[in-house]
C-alpha cells in the first residue's frame, strides 16, 4: 500500500530538548515536504526536498532542520524546541506533477 | 508575497443542500491548483486543475479552474454528513515543484 508514515503520531517535550519526528515514504517519490498546520494559518510549507542531498527553505524554516540522505526518508529535526513550535506536523510526498500524499501527521507539544 | 484566499471560512447547510466553495489565489508562476478534504487529521486529495475551463468531476464534488480570473470553485452537490470536514486548496508554483501555498481552508458542516 502506497503511504507516507510519520512518526511519532503525538508528542510532548520540554523547552530546549532536542528532538526528531520521522517520515518515511514507499512510494520512490522524489520530493518531499515538511509542513505545519495551525489554526487560522492553515498549511505552511516548512522545508522541501527534491531529491536526496537536496533540500531548500519553505515559508517557515527558523528553528527546525531537516536532511535527505535517502530517498524514501525526510525526518524534521528541532534542535532546541520552542512552546511556538507546538503544532500539527505533516510530511508530505509527490512525484512530478501530481498530488502530494500525506502521512497522517505529528501532533506535537512544546511546554 | 504568495497568497490563496478561502471562502467561507465556515459554512453549516442541511443534507440535501448544494455548496460552493471559493479559492482565489495571487502567485507568481502559477502550475497547478489542489482542492484536498480534510476530516481527521491527514489531508486527502480530491483534484488537481491545471487548464482554465476544464471541469473536473468525481461523483458529487466537481470543480474549475478560471486562470484569468485567478480563481477556482470546488462544488458539492446533494451534500451528505459524510461531507462534513474542512476543504483546503493550494496552488503550485512553477520552478519549484515541491511548492504549495495553501489557503486557511473552509469548514463545512452538513447536519441532518
Known amino acids: 500500500e502506497a503511504q507516507v508514515t510519520q512518526n511519532p503520531r503525538y508528542l510532548i517535550t520540554v523547552t530546549g530538548k532536542k528532538l526528531t519526528v520521522t517520515c518515511s515514504q514507499n512510494?520512490?517519490?522524489?520530493?518531499m515536504s515538511w509542513y505545519r498546520q495551525d489554526p487560522g494559518l492553515g498549511l505552511r510549507q516548512i522545508y522541501y526536498s527534491m531529491n536526496v542531498e537536496v533540500t531548500d527553505k519553505g515559508d517557515v524554516p527558523e528553528g527546525y532542520k531537516v536532511s535527505r540522505k535517502e530517498k524514501r526518508n525526510f525526518p524534521l529535526i528541532l534542535e532546541s524546541p520552542s512552546p511556538n513550535q507546538t503544532s500539527l506536523y505533516f510530511c508530505?510526498?509527490?512525484?512530478?506533477?501530481?498530488?502530494?500524499?500525506f502521512g497522517q501527521g505529528t501532533r506535537l507539544t512544546v511546554v | 508575497e504568495d497568497k490563496v484566499v478561502q471562502s467561507p471560512l465556515s459554512l453549516v447547510v442541511h443534507e440535501g443542500d448544494t455548496v460552493t466553495l471559493n479559492c482565489s489565489y495571487e502567485v507568481t508562476n502559477f502550475r497547478s491548483l489542489l482542492w484536498y478534504k480534510q476530516e481527521k487529521k491527514a489531508p486527502t486529495f480530491l483534484f488537481m486543475l491545471?487548464?482554465?475551463?476544464i471541469e473536473k468531476k468525481s461523483g458529487r464534488l466537481s470543480s474549475i479552474l478560471d486562470k484569468k480570473e485567478l480563481f477556482s470553485i470546488l462544488n458539492i452537490t446533494a451534500t451528505q454528513t459524510g461531507d462534513s470536514a474542512v476543504y483546503l486548496c493550494?496552488?503550485?508554483?512553477?520552478?519549484?515543484?515541491?511548492?504549495?501555498?495553501f489557503g486557511t481552508g473552509t469548514r463545512l458542516q452538513v447536519t441532518l
Open positions: 491545471t487548464s482554465s475551463g
Open positions: 493550494a496552488v503550485e508554483h512553477t520552478g519549484t515543484a515541491s511548492k504549495l501555498t
Open positions: 512510494m520512490n517519490h522524489e520530493y
Open positions: 508530505a510526498s509527490r512525484q512530478g506533477l501530481t498530488e502530494a500524499f
